[in-house]
């Protein structure tokens, strides 16, 4: 054990942390931030620093020099590719705070351009890099005819995107934005730093040399430096494009570090220390292997679970309180299998006090009973579904029962061979009642008669399930609370995201971004509309429909009882009125034609056959027209939504005291108007 041979120890081991740590992040960057630019150009860099060092692991285990060559070619690969992937990034990065990249996209369109002939040298030619210097532990391949015209063009373009990143923070006007800009700003040295090929340069200069413990110790600290620099950059590259808030994001990145890079790298560290172990204590290696990763992988999920509240803290700090109830709430949702665990677990306790073979509950659903749980034979089943008239006996059971006795105070009502009693929820202030369901057990006299303890147990398994009956409506009540808060909250979290990074000398800009999140600007934007059409009078086409985020149907919400669903149908109806012409309905002009196409079709319902016969045209013409249709409706909507923004920026630019003209800009619809009253609502 010589200090030579401790030290390149050290250095593979770091070497394969580095490699955990850029898969890792690699993989969650294509997980979550995929369809961001800056992300997805942040994880191609990574994938190439990736084999940089996956070549110096298995440099370690190579034996000859022609495997050696072949590995540090490849190495060459990522070394040639990373400029051009780091200026990539850094116009990506530019870009994300409006700045109007311009001549620079060329420049990293030449950059790519140089970079991919110079990997393609390096693999299979001999201009940049020659033969391979083979001196275990550690080679590289000697440097050719163009290594010094590579070597400037590496520096040149890493400078170049250092600056891109700089003139980017410079553009930041918020501290928090600019404090994530200097973030990345200096984890963005890695990448140049980590990579270039310095034994190379250093032979070319003073001659080829035994490898010395000065080089591995230096690599050792630069892999440790490299390691810190891009989980920093990481952290701040996290952020980019995503709609949820700054907490969701640190937290999923902490854990998704912590349950993976981490313990892969223990298990890589446990591998790399077991023959030492091995000559201690006299096991074979496969039986101390299996111990240790085991042991490594129980112990760091379990320490994972022991330090969660530490966690929390860490990174909820202010928002700890709203976050437990959060978490206590999914807790306690009463999921309907929930429920009908619940009441299954309730009536079979029933059934066995009363000594019957069945029980049921069916709650109130409008007017009429719905059977929520059932404990029986089949027969049973059938018997109680047979029944058709519950909702009678229920009225029944409530007339007979005195309004402020308590639930199972009085004896259950006989009908149809059971026994009922009514489940009521009487509120806090014992002024009000609501009839939530009924229970139901069969009868096993003529008369109920109970004892004092049937009468005690009875009235608390009727309490439960009221209860839970009342929790259950109380619950859904919530959930659908949620369905129409979430389109809100997407829209809230769009604005939030809108504008990461301000540019101080594009003022109007962040208006434009701020106030155009809308749908009209996707390719999407004319199948979304023909969906919405097909579904006119309801369906998951409508009610799911992204024309919910258009701001004029969040402003048509008033006008439809806060029912985004009857407000995208007002919307729908208002462009179809603008589409009709003027005058009384005609079946043949020619002006009428894709009126009457998008009017018969999707609000009457008619069937295509029908209105192809009305209209006097083939239905292949008909489907030719409706898409025509379509699309004409798709633009009114457009031009509304457009009016709209207009309305907004001009309010805006008024309230911050802007001068008038800034949404001079913003395209105006024709027609700026809105009557909801000449909305269509024919029932199909």
Not at 4 to 22: M, R
Not at 251 to 260: K, P, Q, S, T
Not at 370 to 392: C, F, H, K, P, Y
Not at 423 to 448: F, K, N, Y
């Amino acid at each position: 054990m010589t200090v030579t041979s401790i030290l390149n120890f050290i250095n593979v081991l770091s070497s394969s942390v580095l490699v955990i740590l850029a898969f890792s992040l690699l993989a969650y960057t294509l997980t979550y931030n995929f369809r961001n630019p800056v992300a997805r150009r942040f994880a191609l860099l990574l994938a190439f620093l990736m084999i940089v060092y996956a070549a110096d692991v298995a440099l370690d285990r190579i034996v000859t020099a022609e495997s050696a060559n072949r590995w540090l070619r490849l190495q060459w690969l990522g070394i040639a590719m990373t400029p051009a992937t780091a200026y990539l990034f850094s116009l990506a990065v530019l870009a994300a705070t409006n700045y109007r990249i311009g001549r620079r996209r060329w420049i990293g369109i030449a950059a790519l351009a140089i970079s991919i002939i110079s990997a393609l040298d390096a693999v299979f030619g001999n201009a940049i890099v020659d033969q391979v210097f083979f001196r275990p532990p550690l080679s590289y391949l000697e440097g050719g005819q163009l290594f010094w015209l590579f070597a400037a063009y590496y520096a040149l373009v890493n400078a170049l995107a250092l600056a891109n990143v700089w003139k980017a923070r410079q553009r930041c006007l918020t501290e928090n934005t600019r404090a994530r800009m200097s973030y990345l700003f200096v984890g963005f040295i890695a990448p140049g730093i980590s990579v270039f090929p310095y034994l190379i340069a250093f032979a070319l200069l003073w001659g080829p040399r035994e490898s010395g413990w000065l080089v591995l110790l230096v690599s050792i600290f630069g892999n440790i430096a490299v390691g810190f620099l891009l989980l920093l950059m990481s952290y701040t590259v996290a952020y980019f494009g995503v709609l949820t808030p700054d907490r969701v994001v640190r937290y999923r990145l902490l854990r998704f570090f912590m349950r993976g890079p981490v313990v892969a790298i223990l298990v890589i560290l446990a591998i790399q220390i077991t023959p030492p172990f091995e000559r201690i204590f006299g096991l074979p290696r496969d039986a101390i292997l299996f111990s240790i990763i085991t042991g490594v992988i129980v112990l760091s999920q379990l320490l994972l679970s022991v330090t969660k509240s530490a966690v929390d803290r860490l990174i909820y700090r202010e928002d700890r309180d709203e976050i437990a109830w959060l978490r206590e709430l999914d807790r306690r949702m009463l999921a309907t299998s929930d429920l009908r665990q619940l009441l299954e677990n309730n009536l079979l306790a029933l059934c066995e006090l009363l000594r019957v073979p069945s029980a049921f509950v069916a709650a109130v659903v409008g007017p009429d009973l719905m059977l929520e749980a059932m404990v029986g034979a089949d027969a049973q089943r059938n018997r109680i579904l047979a029944v058709t008239d519950w909702s009678d006996a229920l009225g029944r059971a409530l007339r007979e029962r005195s309004p402020a006795a308590p639930i199972g105070a009085t004896a259950p009502y006989s009908h149809r061979g059971y026994w009922l009693w009514p489940l009521v929820d009487r509120t806090h202030d014992d002024e009000s009642t609501r009839v939530l369901g009924i229970l139901g057990v069969q009868a096993r006299t003529d008369a109920p008669l109970f004892t004092s303890d049937e009468a005690r147990a009875i009235e608390t398994i009727l309490d439960r399930t009221t209860r839970a009956l009342a929790d259950r409506k109380l619950q859904q009540s919530m959930l659908a609370n949620l369905r129409y808060l979430i389109p809100d909250i997407e829209q809230m979290q769009q604005l939030r995201g809108a504008v990461p990074y301000v540019a101080a000398d594009s003022a109007r800009e962040p208006l434009t971004a701020l106030l155009d999140p809308s749908p009209i600007h996707s390719p999407e934007f004319e199948a979304w509309v023909k969906d919405a059409l097909s579904h006119y009078w309801g369906g998951p086409k409508l009610t799911h429909s992204p024309l919910m985020r258009l701001r004029v149907v969040s402003e048509t919400l008033g006008h439809a009882d806060d029912d985004p669903t009857r407000a995208l149908r007002l919307v729908l109806g208002q462009a179809l009125e603008r589409l009709r012409p003027e005058g009384k309905q005609n079946f043949t002009a020619p002006e009428w034609l894709l009126y009457n196409i998008l009017e018969m079709r999707f609000v009457q319902g008619r069937k295509v056959r029908e209105i192809a016969d009305r209209l006097a045209i083939s239905e292949s013409d008909l489907y030719r027209k409706q898409r025509v249709a379509i699309g004409h409706l798709a633009r009114v909507l457009s031009e509304m939504e457009q009016s709209n923004a207009a309305e907004a920026l001009t309010l805006l630019a008024a309230t911050n005291g802007a001068p008038p003209d800034a949404a001079d800009n913003a395209p105006v619809a024709a027609d700026s108007t809105a009557d909801l009253s000449t909305t269509k609502s024919t029932a199909p």
